[in-house]
């Protein structure tokens, strides 16, 4: 045997029999224990020597340990091993030893239920007897040996070879001595197991098979390097490591093993397991950073589980009714929109956009040398026209005067200027021909030809239609003011005798006398020409606006007080004194009952009461009550209907009162937001209502909304129609007046900002093409509206003048306008207490 090997071998033994030392060592610390364990296996055999000691069981135990470990038992236990070890290693290799010891661990894993009960057995014969008799211990030894062989015969059935290596073992273990039997009694009653050799990853390397395993969770495995065992499995059995080798063996391992570069050891169970090629394979690709899995495809066509499209798909099972199919109104008139700017080409559908965004990116050449007729569906060719040549001059013709041909001298000079031909004098020879017949061609015609069309080819010459427009063309040419003449342009009369401001002014149809209400509860009648007052009517109340009536067989001014609606007589003494006394007849006599009676919606808006009186005396004739204060009253142009107009939302803000039956109606059913103003139509019969945002026009004959105007203000104060009622003009308090015109179109003609504070009221003038605007930027501005018969003519409007309006007080300047019936004079009620007359 090389001496390599039987040190190795040598090294082997001396390390089994340390740990079996060790062992010893380890179990004889707790002796208890192990009484405790040889008398429950002594018990369980059924001994008869345990009888006897039932009754002392600690006096037994001093016995065993006397009779266990005498000195001169030991001594003949380790002579006899000695001897035996010595025997074993002269017949037996080192190799073979090794295989001895494996196949010997397998039969003791595979008989782990007999070697326990029989050690026990055996361990309790020696403990009762104490005897240290070499030939009581051969026979019963020889008896078990006879036993196992039987049963090994009866259950493995293995060949002869493995029964003789075992009968060797119990030769082996025939030369044992007590302490090594008492060893191998604490080792089988520990119930420790070797790791079974048998590879655990051949069903597949799953987490649930390792877990299964080793029970000890997760847990540090270095907590097991002081044990014997490295775990427990699911019986609750403890794992028993495999042999570990030191330096030596792993490099005698390294060189003899050709798949220890691949073998590595579980933590779990401290098995070498051997890495198959697919395992080295699914190392290198997660080293590489590649999938592990080497079927899968990274680049694989993607599938959209989750589209943008959406499915059209039913909601519900039954079918849809039959109004479901059919369009709706506002659908019919979107598509007939659709249709008809097809039909006028006013929009294309996708396909024609297309065709022409195709036909934009085609790039279009001008075929330079094809005919005029060529390329149908192109547009006509426009030449270019060239330049004009200038007129040939004397020396180009064929027959020059004599003066143009060159001399002798001057021919001399042009013969010595040929290399230089640019310096001569003319860049032909004039030549007299006595004919034009005798003219040769010119030799140059078809290079100089050519060279024309290589221009026109390289550089071809665009017509560019420029357009010069100056700033000042940019500017509408307006009338010079001094041709849209007569117009007010200056303060000619002043009137002051109210103590608060005024808020309404109006002149008497023949324009002779002025009426004019305010806050301070007072209507006043001025004279025109001298500005005197001629009477002052006290109401109790503040006069919120005034207006005379336009028939002209009436002698009535209707005043706004509060809630009430009074139609005053200025009195008899003040003009024509007869029609002021017929006017008091005529509304003295009361009308039929049949037509005085109201409904109830009526009735609770308005009220028409009988003057008292005390009231007859100040010259009120007819007073109506309403529910809500008055902000408007408007005349109808027969003057026998008045529009009065209250502070509230709905139906019955606007009340129209007839004057000859004294009855009142509310033509309105309901109405959206605050009225503002309402005016009659001056020539038909229409009444129109303003609201914050919008005014509306309804027809009285038909009862029912003709037009809406949408004048796009904040909050609308004011409007008046033309004399001639096809157009509007619509104030508002943020600073704009919008011109309508009502046959065009609902939204405004034309929008002006000619103040710069709001504006509060307006006026046109019923003669001359006068407007004028006023309100809380101490300016009247005085305006030329013209409105032409002819339709396709638009109107003519244009500022003329800025005039100085009253005094601002409490940051309001003008509240009322109004124009002479017949004469370009302005009049203006001012928030200073003054009415001012502009002519």
């Known amino acids: 045997m090389p001496p390599l090997k039987a040190g190795l071998s040598l090294k082997r033994k001396i390390e089994t029999e340390n740990k079996v030392e060790s062992k010893y060592e380890q179990e004889s610390s707790n002796t208890k224990g192990l009484e405790e364990l040889t008398l429950s296996e002594l018990n369980i055999e059924g001994d008869s020597t345990d009888s006897e000691h039932e009754g002392n069981e600690e006096g037994s135990d001093q016995d065993q340990d006397e009779v266990l470990f005498k000195d001169s038992d030991v001594s003949s236990l380790e002579d006899e091993d000695v001897e035996y070890a010595s025997d074993e290693s002269s017949e037996l290799t080192d190799s073979e030893a090794e295989g001895e010891s494996v196949n010997s661990n397998d039969n003791n894993n595979a008989e782990s239920e007999d070697s326990d009960t029989e050690s026990d057995a055996e361990s309790g014969i020696g403990h009762t007897h104490g005897s240290s008799g070499s030939e009581s211990e051969k026979q019963t030894l020889k008896n078990k040996q006879k036993k196992k062989i039987a049963k090994q015969k009866i259950k493995t059935k293995k060949p002869d070879k493995d029964l003789k290596e075992k009968s060797q073992n119990k030769k082996g273990t025939t030369s044992k001595g007590s302490v090594d039997r008492l060893a191998d009694v604490i080792e089988g009653s520990s119930q420790m197991q070797p790791v079974e050799q048998k590879d655990e990853y051949e069903s597949g390397d799953t987490s649930d098979e390792e877990e299964r395993r080793n029970t000890v969770g997760d847990i540090p495995m270095w907590w097991y390097n002081e044990y014997p065992h490295i775990g427990y499995d699911l019986d609750g059995r403890k794992i028993v490591k495999p042999p570990q080798r030191d330096q030596i063996d792993e490099f005698l391992k390294k060189c003899e093993d050709p798949d220890f570069w691949r073998t590595v050891r579980d933590p779990s169970t401290g098995q070498d397991v051997v890495l198959s090629k697919e395992d080295l394979q699914l190392i290198q690709r997660i ?232 806050d301070d509860g007072a209507v006043k009648i001025w004279e025109t020409s001298t500005g005197r007052c001629l009477r002052t009517i006290e109401l109790g109340e503040p006069v919120s606006r005034v207006l005379w009536s336009p028939a002209p067989a009436l002698w009535l001014v209707a005043a706004a007080a509060g809630s009430r609606l009074l139609l005053l007589n200025p009195g008899t003494r003040i003009g024509h004194h007869r029609r002021a006394a017929r006017t008091d007849l005529l509304l003295d006599e009361p009308p039929p009952q049949h037509d005085v009676q109201p409904d109830e919606r009526t009735a609770s808006a308005v009220k028409w009461e009988r003057v008292t009186p005390e009231d007859w005396a100040k010259g009120i004739r007819i007073a109506i009550t309403h529910f809500k204060p008055i902000v408007h009253v408007s005349w109808h142009g027969r003057g026998d209907y008045v529009a009065a107009s209250v502070r509230a939302e709905g139906g019955r803000a606007v009340c129209v009162h007839q004057v000859s039956r004294r009855r009142s109606q509310l033509p309105l059913a309901r109405l959206a937001g605050q009225v503002q103003a309402a005016h009659f139509h001056p020539a038909r019969p229409l009444l129109a209502v303003a609201t914050q945002r919008a005014v509306r026009l309804y027809d009285l004959l038909k009862q029912e909304l003709v037009r809406k105007l949408r004048p796009g203000a904040q909050w609308i104060s004011d409007f008046a129609f033309h004399p001639a009622g096809d157009n509007m003009l619509v104030a508002s308090y943020d600073r704009k007046c919008m011109w309508f015109d009502l046959e065009l179109s609902p939204r405004p003609y034309q929008t002006l900002r000619l103040h710069g504070g709001a504006v509060r009221a307006l006026a046109f003038h019923r003669r001359y093409p006068l407007f004028a605007t006023g309100g809380d930027d101490a300016h009247v501005v005085v305006s030329h509206g013209m409105v032409y018969n002819d339709l396709l003519q638009n109107p003519l409007i244009v500022p003329l003048k800025q005039i100085r309006g009253p005094e601002v007080k409490d940051e309001l300047c003008v509240l009322d306008l109004r124009f002479h019936p017949t004469q370009p004079w302005l009049l203006a009620a001012g928030a200073d207490s003054t009415i001012r007359l502009y002519s």
Not at 296 to 311: A, I
Not at 421 to 439: G, Q
Not at 468 to 493: D, K, M, N
Request: net charge positive.
């Open 287 to 518: 080293r590489e950073g590649q999938v592990p899995n080497p079927d899968h495809d990274e680049y694989q066509p993607w599938v959209e589980w989750f589209s943008r499209e959406v499915l059209a798909t039913p909601l519900r099972a039954f079918p849809e009714h039959k109004r479901s199919f059919l369009p709706s109104r506002s659908e019919q008139l979107q598509i007939a929109k659709i249709v008809h700017a097809l039909k006028m080409g006013w929009t294309k559908t996708r396909k024609q956009l297309a065709a022409e965004r195709r036909d934009r990116r085609e790039k279009k050449f001008y075929n330079l040398w094809g005919s005029t007729g060529e390329g149908e569906g192109r547009a006509p060719h426009r030449p270019v026209p060239p330049p004009r040549r200038p007129p040939p001059p004397h020396a180009e013709s064929y027959n020059p005067p004599p003066e143009y041909l060159l001399d002798a001298k001057e021919m001399k000079e042009w013969n010595k200027l040929k290399e230089t031909p640019w310096k001569r004098k003319y860049t032909f020879l004039p030549t007299r021909h006595a004919s034009l017949r005798e003219v040769p061609a010119y030799q140059r015609f078809v290079r100089e030809r050519f060279l024309r069309c290589l221009d026109l080819y390289l550089a071809p010459r665009a017509i560019k239609m420029r357009l010069t427009i100056s700033a000042s063309e940019l500017v509408p040419r307006l009338p010079s003011p001094r041709e849209l003449q007569p117009f007010p342009t200056g303060e000619a009369l002043c009137l002051r005798g109210h103590a608060a401001p005024v808020r309404s002014v109006d002149f008497e149809p023949s324009g002779q006398y002025i009426v004019s209400g305010g």
